[in-house]
């Protein structure tokens, strides 16, 4: 691996230094904090405000739109301290008085809208889940790294995930680190949550059945 040095650079961790979206620092009082990091919160409220101010669009269409972006930003930074500068109170608020401005909705069916543009994520600081002493990706233990991986999603993928213990509702094989788990609706019908209906397989898997299903 070659270092960039225009990239690189050495600095106090009570300084802080921006890493993959988010800034790390250890304050005054020796504790770690992890926060988004300014850029990429600015880049986040870009795409936001892009939305809620486009005359194109309207109240239920831009909620369409925000409810990815927004539960994608806080699923990122779920581990993350996200207060002060970084609240989305200010986005919300905003969002909420574009919404109510529109003539058919009145302050109940905005709030409505508003809770499905910004869904909300369980969250919790610095509450990552720690590797065992020992352990390593390459040590062949599928096993505690397939089940590890599944802690990483929630709701009906997580579910599924230990009904199936750990493995792909397709090919059977287990959840390994490096591959997106995807949620499959048997039916088609992405309605339908009914637990038989939805099962947890590999991205790569859930796209090959797509795929082999359309050219048949």
């Not at 919300?92 to 909705?105: A, D, I, L, P």
């Amino acid at each position: 691996m070659n270092i960039s040095q225009k990239k690189t650079k050495v600095t106090a961790t009570t300084d802080g230094f921006d890493f993959l979206g988010w800034h790390f620092k250890v304050q005054s009082n020796g504790k770690f904090v992890c926060v988004p990091s300014m850029n990429n919160y600015k880049a986040f409220r870009k795409k936001v405000k892009t939305i809620v101010n486009c005359s194109s669009y309207g109240s239920k269409e831009k909620a369409k739109k925000l409810t990815p972006i927004v539960r994608g930003w806080r699923n990122y930074h779920r581990y993350c301290k996200i207060v002060g500068n970084h609240s989305l109170y200010h986005i919300q608020y905003r969002t909420f008085k574009v919404f109510n401005r529109e003539e058919k909705n009145d302050r109940y069916s905005s709030k409505k809208l508003l809770d499905k543009a910004f869904p909300a994520v369980p969250h919790s600081e610095n509450n990552f889940i720690n590797v065992k002493g020992g352990k390593s990706p390459f040590d062949g233990d599928i096993s505690y790294w397939s089940e590890r991986n599944s802690k990483l999603y929630d709701g009906p993928t997580s579910k599924a995930l230990k009904r199936q213990n750990h493995s792909c509702g397709i090919c059977g094989m287990k959840m390994i680190p490096g591959e997106t788990v995807h949620l499959h609706h048997v039916d088609g019908n992405h309605q339908n949550w009914k637990a038989k209906n939805c099962i947890a397989v590999h991205q790569s898997c859930h796209q090959n059945h797509h795929m082999s299903k359309e050219k048949s």
